[in-house]
């Protein structure tokens, strides 16, 4: 292998290239990355008309004891239903647990010793309240934390409002919260919320899962999906102001494509957040009034369009702005560096995308000439029939296929819009539930788009993530549960990428006759320190060890030899993957590489990733 490491023959790589796309699929968000632990918190899952299921509560006492339904005397306008608990017990009558419900949250709540929990819940009765609230295990049978609301008939006649803080005396990942009394009488319930105090940033994300992507520094956040933008039908699809403002008056909704309810905690506001606390740039997945089934006429689609450059204006305008106002009053009143908006997903053949999108591009582009703008229709291989700044390409498929679409951008046209790969992943039978063998096919296909990034500008692995208790799409980059994670091989894969957004691209060599079994580039990056790196990255692909000559002309620099590394990813067979029991049976080794040198005789594992990380 032959790397020309000279100054002038390397290009700048986009500083945008590697980034992240985060759906609301597989629990991602609601039991996901959104700390929130009471699912249904709002009691609207079951749906706007009472009596409704208010599952996953679930009642304690029986029959006899205590009476629980649901009716529509909420204080909030866009989502009216509460829950109405009926005690018909006094204290010694009541079972020793209390009566009243309780919730499992998302397959049950991580509750760990020593940390504390804000309680939220807003409250009503005609009568004095004595409720206990305490977090518990899966049984009921321990309690970890307890608090009581204790208030008379004129403090809670009318809906109130109550904030407590439970701290957790011992831990159980399958933990639930409860609510019981022992007293006569009718109260109600609404907006009951359970959070971490610690939480990423402070935001509001989940610190674990969170820090598995801040390690991926991501250059951008593609957000909130995927189909899940569009929904089966357009009144089930993510509807950017309903999701924003104070918590307790989101309506929440059922994403039809995904199967599940999300009472939007993680919203358009939330999104935009996350992507600045990653450092990374947003890129806003607008509905273009399309949807899997029902699409909106061009003729009728101002409204749409409009409702578009309302959401720009949420997070960009100044705090004196209609929406840039709302944003401010969330608690950011600078704006957010919003500078990327793709019209739709995978929607380009579908009736009405060419025209909806013209009249997006335009409005937007008129209002604010510097975004960028992303079309549905692939660019790589004819002119579009319309404007863009970047055409949206996704790929899903085998191994092999994934390992020969290295050179696919190759012979992609050099002008016109930019690729966005904002979605690929290796999808058939050779990836399990997330194999080694995947993962090279997609490390391989990353490696043609360093070379290629002349043309291409961003791209993402899909889907991000998956609980474990859900799985909608198999694989994904990060398995969890309410306690506990891993990354597949294919999000490890993409830690060799994560110098890549901004570097430069050194050309690289490679016989001809070895090309069907390894994959390689090279890429060049500066260090804080004033020191810089040269990272070769090779893919071995096949069943056979490789040894190669790797020769490095053109540096200007020695190489320090102690601070130089080699990492690989590699596993005893080659459709190993990770697992709760086994989070790290595939995850990238580094050691020393002492003989690091201009010239050196490197053994490649089979099946392999490596890299070559030169100190200069
Ligand atoms: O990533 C999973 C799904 O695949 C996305 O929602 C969609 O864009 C694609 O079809």
Known sequence: LAVDASADSGRKIPDTLFGIFFEEINHAGAGGIWAELVNNRGFEAGGQNTPSDFSPWAIIGNESTVFVGTDRSAPFKRNAVALRVQANCDADECPSTGVGVYNPGFWGMNIEDGKGYKLILYVKSLDSINISTSLT?????QTLATSNIVASASDVSNWTKVQLELFAIGSTPNGRLQLTTNKKGVFWLDQVSLMPMDTFMGHGFREDLVSMLA????????????????????????????????????????????????????????????????????VWVINNG??????????????WVQDALNSIEFARGDASSTWGSVRASM????????KYIAVGNEDCG???????????????????????????????????????????????????????????????SRSGPKAFVSEYAVTDSSAGTGSLLASLGEAAFLIGLEKNSDVVEMASYAPLFVNA?????????????????????????????????????NPTYILPNLSSQ???????????????????????IGSDSVNLKIMVSGLTHTINSLSSSTTILTSHHVMDE?????????????????????EMDVVLSPHSFTSFDLAL
């Not at 608690?331 to 919003?338: E, I, K």
């Open 215 to 282: 390690d991926l520094k991501p250059r951008f956040v593609r957000f909130p999906g995927g189909c899940y933008v569009e929904g089966e039908r357009l009144s089930n699809a993510f509807r950017w102001t309903a999701s924003i403002g104070p918590w307790e008056e989101r309506p929440g909704h059922y994403g039809d494509v995904w199967q599940y309810w999300t009472d939007d905690g993680l919203g358009y506001f939330e999104f935009l957040q996350l992507a600045e606390d990653l450092g990374a740039s947003p």
């Open 350 to 412: 579908k009736k009405f995308y060419r025209g909806n999108y013209l009249k997006f591009y335009n409005a937007i582009k008129e209002a604010y000439p510097d975004i960028e703008i992303i079309s549905n229709c692939d660019g790589s291989r004819t002119t579009l029939d319309h404007p863009a700044d970047y055409y949206d390409y996704h790929i899903y498929t085998s191994t092999s296929d994934m390992y020969k679409m290295k050179d696919f951008f190759n012979s992609a």
């Open 331 to 338: 608690g950011h009143p600078d704006p957010f560096d919003l």
């Open 518 to 540: 390894l994959a390689a580039s090279a890429v060049t990056w500066k260090t804080s320190d004033y020191g810089s790196f040269l990272k070769i990255k090779i893919v071995n």
């Open 578 to 598: 990770n697992s709760f029991l086994n989070p790290t049976k595939v995850v990238p080794q580094k050691s020393v590489l002492t003989d690091a040198n201009t």
């Open 290 to 303: 399309v949807s899997h089934r029902i699409s909106v006429s061009t003729t009728n689609i101002l409204p």
């Open 469 to 505: 208790n859900d799985r909608r799409w198999n694989p994904d980059a990060i398995v969890f549960n309410s306690a506990q994670m891993y990354g597949t091989p294919s999000y490890w894969m993409q830690h060799f990428f994560k110098e890549s957004s901004g570097a430069v691209l």
């Open 137 to 141: 295990t899966s049984d009921g049978l």
